[in-house]
């Protein structure tokens, strides 16, 4: 196939491109490589995509782009004919949302209506999009369920996520473009971002500096390691939505439509306390955390923890790397790619 992987310059973006590239697909991988977080590490792995697209005979190539600009958008669609589309571009970050609301505006909502607008004037077969664990809110009856509402988001990162669900309902709903939202939970791992948890605990540790632990520790994340989030992307992707025959308008369930419409949570239903997490990095690096207690913050949740039991029935999907593995395969990457 020839597959859009939008925010291929990003952590999760970067390895479902370089999934797609290895088993054969040709993609076309679209980022503004803005500066949100270090662009060197942007580049490196963008570096890495056309190193390997080389490798596999050129089946990559790269647009440096704003999904905001639909000129630039349309262009690509009309260039390429992308078969399907993996859309994992966004302005991320829960804590930079209460900062700057704007910036979530232009990214995910008008970025994304131009996204499924182009799907749709190019007849995308398609439509796979990263939703979030975080507009479930403040829920505490566990675990999560797609079919539950959601719509008391804590932060506007999470309110931005949850309308893209809605737009994508209302194009799959009237043009029949089948679309399908996937809610990540707490995604790390070898190049993952540097404003995330274990990025920033490795990197403190290492420096001997002291690591903030918010909600004095009493955290729960299901913390998913990206190697299965990137195998339910790309089998998510090979299973377009459909509607749902069972779909009854008197008593509905938001993650599925008589359109073809899908939502689903990608996790590994399997919640860790953060005092756990924090232990599995000081045993990676060999060194004790030195630790900072400090209150919940604003537009956090308390704890997530994911029902992927319609995602597993949908594709097979069945996480099975555990948070020791994990950590130590990011700690062996950190250690290598910042020489320490």
């Given amino acids: 196939m020839k597959v859009l992987v939008t925010g291929s310059a990003g952590f999760i973006g970067y390895h479902v491109a370089a999934r797609l590239i290895e088993r054969g697909d040709s993609v076309v991988g679209f ?8 662009v060197n590490l942007k580049r490196a792995r963008l570096s890495r995509l056309e190193e390997l697209g080389t490798r596999q005979g050129g089946h990559y190539r790269f647009v440096e782009a704003d999904i905001a600009d639909p000129s630039a958008l349309n262009g690509a669609f009309e260039d390429h004919r992308f078969d399907r589309v993996v859309h994992l571009a ?18 995910n909502l008008i970025g994304f209506s131009n996204l499924l607008e182009a799907c749709r004037r190019h007849g995308c077969e398609h439509l796979v999009y990263a939703s979030t664990s975080s507009v479930y809110g403040g829920q505490t ?68 500096e002291p690591i903030e632990v918010f909600n004095h520790g009493n955290h729960t994340r299901d913390f998913t390691y990206v190697d299965d989030i990137v195998e339910g992307v790309v089998r998510t992707l090979d299973k377009p939505a459909s509607p749902d025959t069972n779909f009854d308008p008197a008593a509905p369930d938001s993650a599925i439509s008589s359109a073809p419409f899908r939502i689903f949570n990608i996790g590994n239903s399997n919640p860790v306390k953060l005092m756990d997490y924090i232990r599995a ?5 060999g060194r004790e955390a030195k630790l900072t207690m400090l209150p919940l913050q604003p537009g956090d949740a308390p704890d997530t923890f994911s029902d992927t039991s319609r995602l597993a029935q949908w594709i097979g999907y069945a996480p099975s790397t555990s948070v020791t593995v994990g950590v130590s395969r990011f700690v062996d990457w950190y250690r290598d790619h910042y020489r320490v």
């Avoid at 490589?33 to 270090?38: E, H, I, L, M």
């Avoid at 990095?281 to 690096?285: Q, S």
């Fill in 31 to 38: 980022d503004v490589v803005n500066d949100y977080y270090d």
């Fill in 281 to 285: 990095i000081e045993t990676a690096l």
């Fill in 90 to 107: 966004a302005q991320a970050g829960v804590r930079y949302s209460i900062e700057n609301p704007q910036a979530y505006v232009v990214s």
């Fill in 141 to 208: 009856d566990m675990p999560f369920s797609e079919g539950r509402g959601a719509d008391h988001p804590l932060q506007f990162y999470a309110a931005t996520k949850r309308a893209n669900e809605l737009m994508a309902h209302s194009y799959s709903h009237l043009y029949s473009l089948p679309t399908t939202g996937l809610r990540f939970f707490t995604v790390y791992g070898p190049w993952g971002r540097p404003d995330m948890a274990l990025f920033k605990f490795t990197r403190n540790i290492l420096a001997g």
